[in-house]
């Protein structure tokens, strides 16, 4: 009991548990997590700017337009996620690296 009140103490001292992960498929999403686990869409939680996406915008001068946001996860890319507390959710925070995405 002692042991595993510690482990409680342990894990409640730090609430996020970041972890890094590579896609691996996008139909169905699959995240490979630090090359141990491989998670599926059920697992994962998407950040709104890694999914493709509508929205509206003004160009100076012009009337309010809808546009498509092509930002999709693509095999390959490198991935932040927050590992849910407690849990076996993943929400896959924003991608790593610069601009060649």
């Known amino acids: 009991m002692i042991k595993r009140a510690s482990l409680e103490a342990q894990a409640a001292a730090k609430p996020v548990n970041v972890q890094f992960g590579e896609v691996k498929s ?19 939680i998407l950040a709104r700017h890694v999914t493709e996406y509508r929205a ?29 507390q407690d849990g076996q959710k993943f929400i896959v925070v924003d991608r790593i690296g610069g601009g060649e995405q």
């Open 56 to 84: 509206e915008m003004t160009v100076l001068g012009e009337p309010k337009k809808e546009v498509v946001v092509h930002n999709a996860l693509k095999v390959g890319d490198k991935v932040i996620l927050v590992r849910q």
């Open 26 to 44: 996008t139909v169905p999403l699959k995240i490979c997590v630090e090359q141990k686990m491989l998670l599926g869409e059920a697992q994962l």
